[in-house]
T-cell receptor, first 115, second 112 residues
Framework: AQKVTQAQTEISVVEKEDVTLDCVYETRDTTYYLFWYKQPPSGELVFLIR??????QNEISGRYSWNFQKSTSSFNFTITASQVVDSAVYFCALSESTGNTPLVFGKGTRLSVIA | DGGITQSPKYLFRKEGQNVTLSCEQN?????MYWYRQDPGQGLRLIYYSQIVNDFQKGDIAEGYSVSREKKESFPLTVTSAQKNPTAFYLCASSSSGYNEQFFGPGTRLTVL
């Protein structure tokens, strides 16, 4: 069965600090997708990134970066120079590689960025 | 604008009553999903539908029912059999390919 673990329940940082959110996953599939979503106080989940299991290249998008390591089954998310607007709950998720299958979510990490 | 709409945003129900949550999408996506979120918990799958007139149970389907008569619509009924229905309900949709799901704004259901 698939499982996603986000061990950090809550993290608080001061604005402009860097912060890394951890995600560890379990799956028996050889091909799969990994995702990160952001849930601001409004409640709607916002898609941030999708990563294919066969593509281990790290990705950077502005202040956001993702480190995918198959050897440790981890898909960590780093925010550089955090801002107050980054305060939200962040979810890591996993799915099969076939299309239109449900996501398995971790319990989320609540990030608070203090001015 | 393309997107997913859920209504109502807040819903109050008395114990013993059935209630239906609406989810509509105009993204032309084949698949739709219902997830439940409780405080401090991740999202858990209730039901999903990959095509019209077909749907599958998720991990916590007991006490819920769905229908998929149109591609755009996937309503969720919370029945009186659901023992603890107070939660935040999120609807999502996806197209075939990379399985990226887009979410609606959610419905917060409270049982009084």
């Amino acid at each position: 069965a698939q499982k996603v673990t986000q061990a950090q329940t809550e993290i608080s940082v001061v604005e402009k600090e860097d912060v890394t959110l951890d995600c560890v996953y379990e799956t028996r599939d050889t091909t799969y997708y990994l995702f990160w979503y952001k849930q601001p106080p409004s409640g709607e989940l916002v898609f941030l990134i999708r990563r294919n299991s066969f593509d281990e290249q790290n990705e950077i998008s502005g202040r956001y970066s993702w480190n995918f390591q198959k050897s440790t089954s981890s898909f960590n998310f780093t925010i550089t120079a955090s801002q107050v607007v980054d305060s939200a709950v962040y979810f890591c998720a996993l799915s099969e590689s076939t299309g239109n299958t449900p996501l398995v979510f971790g319990k989320g990490t609540r990030l608070s960025v203090i001015a | 604008d393309g997107g997913i709409t859920q209504s109502p945003k807040y819903l109050f129900r008395k114990e013993g009553q059935n209630v239906t949550l609406s989810c509509e999408q105009n993204l032309n996506h084949d698949a739709m999903y219902w997830y439940r979120q409780d405080p401090g918990q991740g999202l858990r799958l209730i039901y999903y539908s990959q095509i019209v007139n077909d749907f599958q149970k998720g991990d916590i389907a007991e006490g819920y029912s769905v229908s998929r008569e149109k591609k755009e619509s996937f309503p969720l009924t919370v029945t009186s059999a659901q023992k603890n229905p107070t939660a935040f309900y999120l609807c999502a949709s996806s197209s075939s390919g990379y399985n990226e799901q887009f979410f609606g704004p959610g419905t917060r259901l409270t049982v009084l």
